[in-house]
């Protein structure tokens, strides 16, 4: 498989900092050492122990889960505002609001479930679009 190399750090995983912590690029996901691991949301040059991360570890790989998402103002994916919805009806409905689930503030415990879901459901639709 023919080996491809990140345009921003030309191969040497170091252009600005933190650009080779796999963020996003124009061209796909650098791996951390100028190797472009995603392009179209298509893994490339994938290894062979790679294919048994979790999902988890694919979305940690991928930076889905260190972005700072209320800071930068990204929206919730829409998966995530309906099932939220749903958690918390359910909770207090069937539970008597076991977790307390609340959403729409900053810092409450849905909104942050909501930002981890994000990152999951953004994995899906990567793993899906393969």
């Given at each position: 498989m023919t080996r491809r190399i990140c345009p921003k750090c030309k191969?040497?995983?170091?252009?600005?900092?933190?650009?080779?912590d796999l963020v996003e690029m124009e061209c796909g996901i650098c791996d951390g050492y100028g190797r472009v691991i995603a392009v179209d949301g298509k893994w490339v040059g994938y290894?062979?122990?790679k294919k048994n991360l979790t999902d988890y570890e694919k979305a940690k790989e991928l930076g889905l889960t260190n972005i700072d998402r209320w800071g930068e103002g990204v929206e919730?994916?829409?998966?995530?505002?309906r099932l939220i919805a749903f958690l918390i009806e359910h909770d207090f409905e069937d539970y008597c609001d076991y977790f307390c689930w609340k959403s729409g503030g900053d810092?409450?415990?849905?909104?942050?479930?909501?930002?981890q879901m994000?990152?999951?459901?953004e994995l899906m639709d990567i793993i899906d679009k393969q």
């Open positions: 191969g040497t995983g170091r252009q600005e900092w933190g650009h080779c290894k062979e122990k919730h994916h829409p998966k995530s505002i810092g409450d415990n849905g909104e942050t479930l909501m930002y994000d990152a999951f459901f």
